[in-house]
């Protein structure tokens, strides 16, 4: 059989190793830390398991659905409880619109109803499709500067940064408007105006908009897993499919006349490992390291990739949330702008059928890209801070609520987001070029085709077929 080595033991790596079982590849999976998952990661906090990374797969794309359902979990998916987040902005909350794309309003009236924009703004978004049309976009661009030339800048700040920024942990005036938004630049390929875009491009959406026939069944936009999302790694290695070795840490590739050699560990125990075929899943700063032997002009192309450092501070309170009247739904985002080193809080145990047993769970992210500043705090102060941030963002606007949590836990994700600027779609091409030069190598993860969980599974299937491609072409030239 064939051997493939897949360096990674995250989701796109494990995903990778999954398809390629299911080919008939012998498949080893290389993963440096002492267990396997990357992002996704469930603890407990004050005794309840919740996801410390990742928690949510969006459900209008089926590679996350469909993996949890071979890995035979699909009678363990949950919904949503709610999900009727809410949006710091201008020193209070609002409920967030119905009817945007990340933020980009589709409907101007459910903009006014959840009062998140001053009137001026209001006024600046419903006369945005009398403007003169966008002329047809012939090249990348970031979003936060078409939002704001077309839209205002309260449009960019309140709603944009918070929606797109918050899934990058970037700034939405440098995120690549054809990488994060890919059906809006399509449809600006010929011009015209972005409301009346949002407007099509929501109107059929899966979120009610107020008004709608309540009697349309509406499909929940993400789902998870009971117990945390965080399960699903270990439990695709549990089906025994493929072999996982933890706590070793691939340091160079290289070709050999049988394939690649992959050199591991550090000095005294260092290993050398042969395989037919391997598959890179590692961030992208650790893939363009990895790639230099192989692939130099993709990992060239990965080391310009930046990455966005954030940490999850999660907490466990006393007393359930609705009977301590805490507001915001299911969460709550913060405008660009505000004072608080929070940028979000999931009310985790309002949001999912956590059995919480009568406490409150939430988790609160902090960190964006260019903005170190709250992480190079030790955990006891950034615990504080974001205490003191929730105090005012759940409390009511003049009295903050003094929360004492009975457990808090930092969790902290170092370059944990690769940051999509401005040409990634065309960085990504080239990368791929590159490495297709290499019969049986290829690379998937959070920098390729979208950062969300079932983007990573999609360049995880693409990875494997490229390799088995190239492997069945080397079978065929043979004599
Ligand atoms: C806090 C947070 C919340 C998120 N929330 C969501 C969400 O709700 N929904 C969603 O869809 N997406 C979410 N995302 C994004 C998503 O979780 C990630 O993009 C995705 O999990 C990345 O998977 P990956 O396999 O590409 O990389 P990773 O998860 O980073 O996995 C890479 C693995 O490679 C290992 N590794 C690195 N170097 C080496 C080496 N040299 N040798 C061997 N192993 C190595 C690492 O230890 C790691 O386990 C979130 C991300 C973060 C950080």
């Known amino acids: 059989m064939t051997r493939l080595v897949v360096v990674g033991g995250g989701i796109a790596g494990l995903a ?45 794309r089926p590679e996350g659905l469909d993996l949890l359902a071979a890995a035979g979990l699909a009678d363990e998916r949950i919904s949503p409880l709610t999900t009727s987040a809410r949006v710091w902005a201008g020193g209070t909350t609002h409920p967030l619109p119905a009817r945007t794309m990340m933020g980009i309003p ?44 077309r839209m205002g800048d309260e449009v960019a700040d309140r709603l944009v940064e918070p929606l797109l920024g918050g899934v990058y942990a970037g700034s939405a005036d440098v995120l690549s408007l054809r990488a994060t938004m890919p059906t809006l630049a399509d449809r600006l390929a010929q011009g015209g105006s972005l409301l009346e875009i949002a407007r099509a491009v929501t109107g059929a959406g899966g979120t009610r908009a107020p008004g709608a026939d309540p009697g349309r069944p509406v499909v929940p936009v993400f789902a998870s897993l009971r117990g945390g999302l965080g399960r699903l790694p270990a439990t695709l290695v549990a089906t025994g499919r493929f072999a996982v070795r933890t706590g070793v840490t691939v340091r160079t ?53 930046e990455s966005a450092s954030m940490a999850i501070v999660s907490f466990a309170l006393d007393g359930d949330a609705d009977e301590a009247g805490i507001p915001a739904g299911s969460g709550l985002l913060i405008g660009a702008g505000e004072r608080f080193a929070t940028k979000a809080v999931t009310l985790t145990s309002r949001k999912w059928p956590v059995d919480a047993d009568g406490r409150t769970v939430l988790r609160a ?57 401005v040409g990634h779609v065309e960085r990504i091409a080239r990368v791929r070029a590159a490495i297709a030069g290499v019969p049986g190598l290829a690379a998937c993860g959070a920098a390729f085709d979208g950062v969300g969980v079932p983007a990573c599974i999609a360049s995880a299937r693409s990875a494997v077929d490229l390799v088995a491609g190239s492997l069945s072409q080397a079978r065929t030239m043979r004599p």
């Not at 390629?20 to 005794?47: C, F, H, N, S, W």
């Not at 005012?392 to 930092?410: I, S, W």
């Open 365 to 421: 992210s902090v960190g964006r890209h260019g903005e170190p500043h709250a992480l190079q705090l030790g955990d006891a102060d950034l615990v504080e801070i974001v205490r003191r941030d929730l105090g005012v963002l759940l409390g009511d606007a003049d009295t903050p609520r003094e929360l004492r949590p009975v457990d808090a836990v930092v969790t902290r994700w170092g370059g944990g987001l690769p940051q999509y600027a």
């Open 16 to 60: 990778a190793a999954w398809f390629a079982a299911e080919a008939g590849l012998d498949v080893t999976v290389l993963e440096a830390a002492p267990r396997v998952g990357g992002k996704l990661r469930v603890e407990e906090v004050g005794g309840v398991p919740v996801d410390v990374g990742a928690e949510a797969l969006l459900t209008a």
């Open 106 to 149: 589709g409907d101007v009236e459910a903009l006014r109803e959840s009062g998140a924009l001053s009137d001026t703004a209001l006024q600046t978004v419903a006369e945005e499709p009398s403007l003169p049309p966008l002329p047809p976009l012939r090249r990348d661009v970031p979003v936060g500067s078409l939002v704001r030339y």
């Open 253 to 305: 590739i290289n070709r050999s006349a049988a394939g690649f050699t992959l050199d591991c560990g550090a000095v005294p125990q260092a290993e050398r490992i042969e395989a037919d075929a391997v598959i890179v899943a590692v961030p992208a700063a650790k893939a363009a390291r990895l790639l230099a032997g192989v692939a130099p002009a993709a990992g060239d192309e990965l080391g310009a990739i």
